[in-house]
């Protein structure tokens, strides 16, 4: 293997780049999980999610992967033969599926392309035809980390409230937080499902659920066996700032600082960020020729993008060329997508110089792999970031002048 000298550039969408700001925050002796000390750190922690989920109700955290974070949000409010509705929006609304599916739920799940997000008409027009109401949950990922493709989350909650139907709405925000505007109150989820390594900018090994009071009552009357991840047993103990089992207790140091790093940059500009650094890697890979997965642009991700490789072109090949001579990950095609696309991820610690560095990397690659494509896209990207950089100048100006 070559060594490189530098930082590896890591582009995949999640696990994404830790901060140094974080990383020493969980430089720090392990400390008593049932000390005061602790039970501070717990507080601030949950207190810091619930305004990054826009929420009043409680979050726990779980030490999990996103997986286990979406068990959770199953087994808590679901019973075995409990039907419910999913959209085929990519991989990730596949394998929640194979989950739901193995704790004997029974899925009515509507296909879908892998280039579009969930269609809020076609849901509204499913559960209009459930008048027993049958359907006990509509699930669905906001932003489908395979596709690069978001679904609009707020228009659904407004198809399910257009139809009166009382399903309860589970939304999978693990690459969406922290990244892209998402608001667990205001459009009534009743469980979002998170986890650390994306938005968040920390290592894998928290999961998150963020719980409304209809899935906590949904909770007390389910039938779902379950041990590790009931709520109940976690949310008694968490109102003192204490968990029923050893807690991730370093990396909740690192969540503690990830949230002020939020906020100090301020949410609304975290979410312009990535939109900003989206559209600029759209304008690259348009500038070259290649092609945007993702169809619908009102559906585009800000936190990553997935490109089609021409025809005759292997996805995993020319990743390959990009990780040996540049030392840069670039995220792979999932399942059926496997070695047909490339996922640039621009989540989290990244800005525009980052950015730029990725997508040289990405056009040097194309080049060195002998992949069709027109020179010039890394311009075409600097040429959105400068645009914005001006209007902050002239705004700039306009201040001092007056
Ligand atoms: C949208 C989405 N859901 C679920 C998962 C699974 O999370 P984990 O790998 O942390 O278990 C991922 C992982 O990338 C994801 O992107």
């Not at 509507?110 to 809020?120: C, F, I, L, S, Y």
């Not at 040097?364 to 311009?379: D, K």
Request: aromatic share 8%; with cysteine.
């Amino acid at each position: 293997m070559t060594k490189h000298q530098g930082r590896h550039f890591l582009q995949i969408p999640g696990p994404s780049p830790v901060p140094d700001r974080v990383l020493r925050a969980m430089d720090m002796p392990v400390i008593d999980h049932r000390s005061s000390e602790f039970s501070e750190l717990a507080k601030a922690v949950f207190e810091g999610s619930r305004k990054i989920f826009k929420t009043s109700g409680p979050v726990i955290i779980f030490p999990s992967s996103g997986t286990g974070a979406w068990e959770a949000a199953i087994v808590n409010t679901l019973s075995p033969g409990d039907k419910v509705l999913m959209v085929e929006t990519g991989h990730f609304a596949t394998l929640w599926r194979q989950m739901a599916a193995r704790w004997g739920i029974e899925v009515d799940f509507m296909p879908g392309d892998w280039r579009h997000g969930a269609e809020p008409a076609a849901i509204e027009a499913r559960l209009a035809q459930d008048s027993s109401h049958a359907i006990k949950a509509v699930m669905v990922v906001h932003n489908e980390t395979s596709t690069g493709v978001t679904s609009r989350v707020g228009d659904i909650r407004t198809a399910m409230d257009k139809v009166g139907h009382p399903a309860l709405l589970l939304v999978d925000t693990i690459s969406s937080l922290g990244s892209i505007d998402y608001r667990h109150d205001e459009w009534k989820v009743d469980v979002s499902v998170s986890c650390s390594q994306k938005g968040f900018m920390l290592p894998p090994g928290l999961g998150f659920n963020a719980i409304s009071e209809k899935a906590r009552a949904a909770a007390k009357t389910n039938k779902m066996p379950r041990s590790y991840w009931d709520w109940e047993e976690m949310l008694k103990p968490n109102a003192a700032g204490f968990f029923p089992y050893t807690p991730a207790t370093n990396l909740l140091y690192g969540l503690r600082e990830a949230i002020a790093m939020l906020f100090e940059e301020g949410l609304e500009a975290v979410f312009a960020r990535h939109k900003r650094l989206a559209t600029a890697t759209r304008a690259a890979v348009a500038h070259w020729g290649l092609e945007v997965l993702c169809l619908e642009p009102a559906e585009y991700s800000p936190v990553l993008t997935a490109v089609l490789m021409p025809p005759g072109h292997d996805a995993d090949q020319f990743r390959k060329t990009v990780l040996d001579n540049y030392n840069m990950s670039l995220g792979s095609g999932l399942s059926k997508l496997s070695g047909k696309v490339f996922r640039i991820g621009h989540l989290g610690e990244c800005n525009e110089l980052t950015l730029l560095g990725a997508l040289t990397g990405v056009e040097m690659g194309l080049s060195l792999a002998g992949v069709p494509h027109r020179a010039g896209g890394v311009a075409a990207a600097m040429t959105v970031l400068e645009e914005r950089t001006q209007s902050n100048v002239s705004a700039q100006l306009k201040v001092i002048s007056n």
